[in-house]
């Protein structure tokens, strides 16, 4: 293969492609033996864990100061249209991203794929590895051809692992939604860069970059990439392909799915928003932060009223991405008006939520599957206590829980605060309208951000904390060690850019710097931040962390060495009721019940409630999203309708058939004439 | 205006045999009828395409010549006759539309096809010039064959005439098409009546009969 480079060496970038190769020889190697669990996941998937780890160290290296932008045109593709890639700070981050996260999630499956039905092990193992590397080339690339090839590569890699148990109906059905929403999302993807490539017909990101649209254009523009790649990122009305398709898939793809597929749509809307198009309007940074917001809120109050974990783990990635949403139509709002410093906090505050919660919910993603394979259970009425029979999952699924609730000293405390300091920003944006509603977005991201403390409590103490509900999850076993490794490695993520928050600022710098023009203050230290100034407000990660293990450490020693040191076990009081069953616990729906009754109208309930004669009471609630009666049937049945006029036209006689061919022909004929 | 050549005159005379034999092909309902005619039109073509390639001295047309000779006056009659008497489908009765309509339809279609190609022949410089509109209605009415008919091997039948048409089209506009592009689509009209006589037995197979309207069945509803 002849490789030429248009803009000297680029050595980063070959490297990235050879990993990337790597990759996909991997996932071939797969199908030699297809159906050995032992070589594909104790061979295969470490291997590529070990490939991730050398993708994200690239990426690290695409960040550091001063490093340039490294370009490579490949003469793959149809003939005079290579493929150009390209890899500068903002490829470099989400690549990063990808490594870090997939080092992880790829660690886990090595222990947690096993023999069963559905899809072959070796078949999975080349969708899996598929999957990585159209991933990595979608954040490589650099004309919207690659893209596009990398884009449905992605999706359709996905949707096949979506499916990986294809027997089930409601899996089928998932998979099907979820591919037919990546692709109408697809088609605004495409028609936008249509709209970029202003008449120049030239589809290089470069070509665009050197187009200027007129403000319609623009809007038109910016309008179908926040549609196209909303509907990947699950932005509302386009979510409802995430809450049934994150089930469906095995717990090491649900966390590839949110952790990282997700972000590339992030990746895709930044890069057209601030990179392609570059003069933008305010009102686009007022539709991002409003559909932000809104998705957030939604995401935030379905998650709490879910009772499959994995469910509501879907509902709280759709929370997430709202909030990286508002953050980035946050950015475009200051980057409009021309505070660029604070542009740059916004866009730090999105980059960091991103990488974060690739963190902390791939964590919670392959937790879930740890308990699931544990335990064989998913609704979380029939889990509870499992912290005393898998200790490791529990603690590491605590320090996820505390990141994702953001709570210091964790990582994802450090994004939520920076994008509540940019919030706390507006009032230097000159448009009075602006300044007064952008408040109002601050208030509903706090209500935001509380909920999903909420709904973490739930999560956590349903699964992990009181009496085992099922006599069955006595026999739950502990995870394997890989599967701890992977956790460990994420758990560790959560941790220490939690405790040095500064290396997070300076991973978002360049980026900043060539998006937006500015960069936020960076401190002295790397465990503290002062991204505005020092006397406007700060913080210290690693401060909160010594003084929390501070705390805690002193408390244990207190009660026991200082206090008595004679530790009882014994059954607590029971208030002299004597007929305690594991069964009086909290659940997950009596939990989210205050939720379920404040934003009632939100929801669709169907309620089976018992009568106090039953023998055999049964308590059954469906909870069901309005938006997909009020959209999606309705449209569903135009389709329909559509395909059923259209339909008449197939009438099955080859008379027929033939006579639409002549009657064309004599029309084009009759037209040439 | 002079007295047009002999050349051009026997021309015209072999483009005048070509389209009553396409109005016969039309009206005739026997299908070994239809193959036989189907030969003498693929004769003519050949006698036509010989007397283009004497008069205009030029060789590639030689070679057209002998492929039509051998192609369209043997081997596809002789395998779709053999094809008809293993099939036993000698008896194609009805058609869609009964035959003096068909005839009408046919006699607008010469000309519509006359009034399209008197704008191009007026630029063409060849001496086959006068042709192409016969040729265009030659092609039109094979595909009208198509359509009215039911039987599977009419069908082909049709198919195959339309492309004597297409054929006799090139000739008498630009004095032929490239070899290569002539050899290719003979061989495709070779490849496509043996894979078409395969289907021919998978739909009696299905249907015990290669009566088209079965095929309605196989809409999806």
Not at chain 1, 232 to 254: I, N, T
Not at chain 1, 351 to 362: E, W
Not at chain 2, 45 to 55: D, E
Request: include cysteine.
């Amino acid at each position: 293969m002849i490789i030429g480079w248009n803009s000297g060496p680029a050595p980063s970038l070959v490297l990235l492609l050879g990993l990337i190769a790597g990759w996909l020889g991997l996932g071939l190697a797969g199908l030699l033996r297809p159906h050995s669990v032992g070589f594909v996941a104790r061979v295969i998937f470490p291997v590529g864990a070990l490939v991730g780890l050398a993708v994200g160290l690239v990426g690290l290296g695409a960040l550091r100061p001063g490093s340039l932008p490294q370009t490579l045109v490949l003469p793959l593709g149809l003939p005079d249209l290579p493929f150009h890639l390209r890899l500068d700070a903002l490829a470099g981050f989400f690549v990063l991203l990808l490594g870090a996260a997939g080092m992880g999630i790829s660690i886990f499956a090595a222990g947690y794929f096993r023999a069963g039905q559905g899809t072959a092990p070796g078949l999975l193992c080349l969708q899996y590895h598929v999957f990585l590397a159209s991933m990595a080339l979608v954040l490589l690339a650099d004309d919207a051809y690659l893209f596009m090839v990398a884009w449905e590569t992605m999706a359709l890699s996905s949707y096949f692992l979506v499916t990986t148990q294809h027997r089930i109906p409601e899996i089928r059905r998932a998979g099907f939604l979820y591919l037919l929403i990546a692709h109408v999302g697809a088609i605004g993807i495409l028609l936008s860069f249509g709209v970029l490539q202003g008449g120049s017909w030239r589809f290089t990101f470069d070509a665009m970059r050197g187009q200027t649209l007129g403000p319609a254009w623009a809007s038109v523009a910016f309008l179908l990439a926040l549609g196209g790649f909303g509907a990947k990122a699950g932005l509302v009305p386009m979510h409802v392909w995430l809450p049934e398709a994150h089930p469906a898939a095995p717990s090491p793809v649900s966390a590839l799915m949110s952790g990282v597929m997700l972000k590339t749509a992030v990746y895709g809307f930044l890069r057209v928003s601030f990179d392609l198009l570059h003069a933008p309007q305010w009102w686009w940074g007022g539709v991002a932060l409003a559909v932000g917001l809104g998705t957030g809120l939604f995401g935030a109050v379905f998650a709490a009223v879910q009772t499959d974990m994995k469910r509501l783990l879907a509902y709280s990635s759709i929370e997430n991405v709202g909030l990286i949403f508002t953050a980035v139509g946050l950015g475009l709002l200051f980057q409009s008006f021309g505070l660029h410093l604070f542009a740059a906090l916004a866009l730090s505050a999105a980059l960091i939520h991103a990488l974060n919660h690739a963190l902390f919910k791939s964590l919670l993603f392959l937790a879930t599957g740890s308990v699931l394979h544990a335990t064989g259970e998913r609704n979380l009425g029939k889990l509870g206590g499992l912290i005393r029979r898998m200790p490791w999952v529990a603690t590491v699924a605590l320090v996820g829980t505390l990141a994702i609730a953001g709570l210091p000293p964790l990582n994802g405390f450090v994004s939520e605060w920076l994008l509540l300091q940019a919030f706390l920003s507006t009032p230097e944006i000159p448009q009075p309208f602006v300044n007064m509603l952008v408040p109002l977005g601050a208030a509903a991201l706090a209500l935001t951000v509380a909920l999903a403390g909420y709904v973490m409590v739930k999560f956590y103490g349903v699964i992990f904390l009181g009496q085992p509900r099922e006599p069955a999850l006595a026999e739950a076993h502990p995870a394997g060690w890989l599967e701890r490794i992977g956790l460990t490695w994420l758990a560790l993520g959560c941790v220490v850019l939690g405790a040095f928050p500064r290396l997070l600022l300076d991973a978002a710098a360049p980026i900043t710097a060539s998006l937006v023009g500015a960069t936020v203050r960076r401190g002295r230290f790397a465990w503290a931040i002062a991204p505005i100034a020092p006397e406007r407000a700060s913080y210290s990660g690693l401060l909160f962390l010594a003084g929390i293990l501070g705390v805690v450490g002193f408390t244990f020693l207190a009660v026991r060495r200082i206090y008595h040191g004679r530790v009882r076990r014994t059954a607590p009081w029971d208030c002299g009721y004597p007929w305690q069953t594991p069964r009086m616990q909290d659940t997950a729906e009596g939990f989210g019940q205050p939720i379920r009754h404040i934003f009632g109208s939100a929801f669709r309930l169907e309620r089976e409630l018992p009568s106090p004669w039953d023998t055999a009471p049964r308590y059954r609630i469906h909870i069901e999203d309005r938006l997909w009666r009020l959209l999606y049937v309705p449209l569903g049945r135009a389709v329909q309708r559509l395909a059923d006029a259209v339909a008449v036209v197939q009438g099955g006689r080859l008379a027929v058939y033939l006579l639409y061919a002549f009657l064309t022909l004599i029309g084009l004929l009759v037209f040439v004439l | 205006m002079p007295a047009p050549t002999l050349t051009a005159q026997l021309l015209n005379g072999f483009a005048a045999g070509l389209l009553l034999i396409s109005f016969s092909m039309l009206s005739q309902r026997r299908t070994r009828a239809l193959i036989t005619l189907f030969a003498w039109q693929g004769a003519i073509l050949f006698a036509s395409t010989s007397l283009v390639a004497y008069s205009a001295g030029l060789r590639h047309l030689w070679y057209s010549a002998a492929l039509t000779l051998v192609l369209k006056v043997f081997l596809l009659p002789f395998i779709l006759l053999r094809l008809v008497r293993r099939l036993e489908a000698q008896w194609d009765t009805e058609t869609l539309l009964n035959i003096p309509t068909t005839m009408l339809l046919g006699v607008g279609l010469v000309i519509f096809a006359f009034g399209l190609a008197q704008p191009i022949s007026a630029l063409a410089t060849t001496i086959t010039r006068n042709t192409l509109g016969i040729a265009l209605a030659i092609i039109l009415l094979a595909f009208l064959m198509m359509i009215t008919r039911r039987k599977a091997v009419t069908q082909v039948v049709g198919f195959l005439a339309m492309e004597n048409g297409l054929f006799f089209a090139a000739t008498s506009a630009t004095y032929g098409m490239p070899m290569v592009v002539e050899l290719g689509i003979a061989l495709d009209v070779l490849v496509g009546v043996l894979i078409l006589g395969i289907f021919f037995f998978q739909i009696r197979e299905q249907f015990e009969s290669l009566d088209l309207h079965h095929l309605e069945t196989l809409k999806e509803d």
